[in-house]
């Protein structure tokens, strides 16, 4: 911190640290911390505002109230000198290691956001992409039809107080709820990814001119803007040069002296956890995590290592499922015992995943960060519990998160690779549910985002056409819309497509470089890898049988492969 004293203002007021002034010192060190970081990249007046955004949302923050506590505890400790406050309490700051954590504070919030320059797009980026939201808004009514239709033919309550003796059960086998026995054969998933897919493909933008016969081919009437190969290679950079990463093979000659690349990666991996600087994680996970120190990096990077008031939080999160039995909990169920329960490498974990995905259904704190996003429309259905007087005291969103499960939700990467990764239930719930917040809600979003699943099947089918121009014209003759082969694997992130190991390289990707453009680069890799094959077939089914088993695929090969042609 090189201009700290200038910043935090008069020493002798700030000694007064007990009092209300805390919150201003907190404010002005992740004030300062904004404006010294980037200074070759943002403008002054850009920083500026950007500080002040972010000192009126500190607040909010999850991590405040611990902040502003240990703020007081080092100020009003011997360690900060009055006659020397400047330094003293700069170098209480970095040995307590509350700088760090500042910095990581600010790392987080500027993550949260879209960006941090608040200067507006380029003009040719200001299209009309509202009909995206309206598609958005009317999608979200469908499935809340769909979900009252459900409850009216089985005739279930949306929302009830759970009865005592079921509550009973439920804690008593909280911890085996695979035991939990409940009749749900009556019970169907709301909807699968081929259905979102019908409605990707029903979208119309009303400046685009179609033949009244024209096939909806493809999504090119959707103008957002995807980037080209070579802008993907100024991205992926590591990948782009042929760098040596984790997921190639395991005893690749490392350049230092180390027996092999992974204990080099190892080495280097303890070292950034031992530093506790989140960006400095998130650039380590770019060539690869290793197994043991996966989850440990994920969690820094997400910021969601977790404390004290997250284990109050999530066993509030628990006593509510308890007492409110909401018919969500049914598809919950339902979708676990279709999916991971059939498959060989996740069943292991079936209790696991009913609680994590119990709990999240309650979790209120999910709900603003998907519904407030500006690129999607955001609805939520409110709920009168059944046998109670319409009151507000009796009215809760429904679901409380604001999210309601889709077939394969489990699987498709909300919970089940977290899974490998903690052995702690808690800590893998906010991991987790860091990870959903930061990308996977985006894949079950219609929006004009450039990192949304519209955007995705974009880069897809743009890529695809200009790379494997052959298989594109192959696929159109045959009448197959290539983003039907592979749409299932981008919505789901690949979850319960790849083998766990190379499913978990593919995300360390995704928090690296903080994109989800890498998983459309993938499917269009994965094509070319199978081309061949691909065009001795001619129909959907049999395109879909020739891409089954991606058990023999390595992903970062594949991707290196694929930024590294011509």
Known sequence: MLTLFRVLGNPLQLCKIIDSKSFYLLKNLLKFVVMSENTEDYEDTVQKRTAERLTEEIQSMANYKSLYIEIQKLVASTAVKRGDFKNTLMEALKSNGLETEIRNTVFHWTRSQSSLSLLPPPPEEFSDLSFLKKAQVQWERRIQKSLNSTCNELNVALARIRPREDREELAEKWNELSTYDIDLSQYRPL???????????????????????????????????????????????????????????????????????????????????????????????????????????????????????????????????????????????????????????????????????????????????????????????????????????????????????????????????????????CAMYFTFRAFYLRYWFRLHTVSNHKQGIVALCLLFERSLQCYEPLLW??????????????????????????????????????????SLEIIPLLAVAILSFRKENLMQVNTLQSVEAVLADLSSLKVIPLLQLALLRE
């Open 473 to 514: 014209v192959y696929f159109r003759n045959c009448h197959i819309q290539p983003i039907k082969v592979v749409f299932k694997w981008i919505m789901r992130g690949f979850s319960g497509h790849l083998p766990p190991e190379q499913l978990l390289y593919l995300w360390d990707l995704i928090l690296g470089y903080d």
């Open 191 to 425: 909807y699968a990814p081929k259905d979102f897919l019908d409605v990707l493909f029903a979208i119309r933008n009303p400046v685009f001119r179609r033949q009244p016969d024209e096939l909806n081919w493809e999504f090119s009437h959707i103008q957002i803007r995807v980037k080209t190969l070579a802008q993907l290679r100024r991205v992926y950079t590591e990948l782009a040069k042929g760098m040596p990463m984790l997921g190639v093979n395991p005893d690749m000659q490392s350049s230092e002296n180390y027996a092999n690349l992974e204990e080099e990666r190892i080495h280097l991996g303890e070292k950034v956890l031992r530093s506790n600087h989140a960006p400095i994680a998130q650039e380590f996970l770019k060539r690869g995590a290793p197994r043991s120190l996966r989850g440990r990096l994920w969690s820094l990077v997400l910021g969601s290592i977790v404390k004290e008031n997250d284990v109050e939080y999530y066993e509030e999160l628990k006593n509510m499922v308890l007492q409110y039995d909401i018919v969500i909990d049914n598809l919950i169920i339902k979708d676990v015992q279709l999916t991971a329960r059939n498959d060989d490498q996740y069943f292991v974990f079936e209790d696991v995943l009913y609680k994590t995905m119990l709990c999240f259904s309650r979790d209120s704190e999910v709900l603003a960060p998907v519904t407030t996003d500006k690129s999607a429309g955001g609805q939520v259905i409110h709920a009168v519990l059944q046998g109670k007087p319409a009151t507000l005291e009796n009215t809760l969103v429904f679901p409380p998160s604001g999210v309601i499960p889709f077939h394969g939700f489990t699987m498709y990467g909300v919970t089940t690779p977290f899974c490998y990764l903690y052995d702690d239930p």
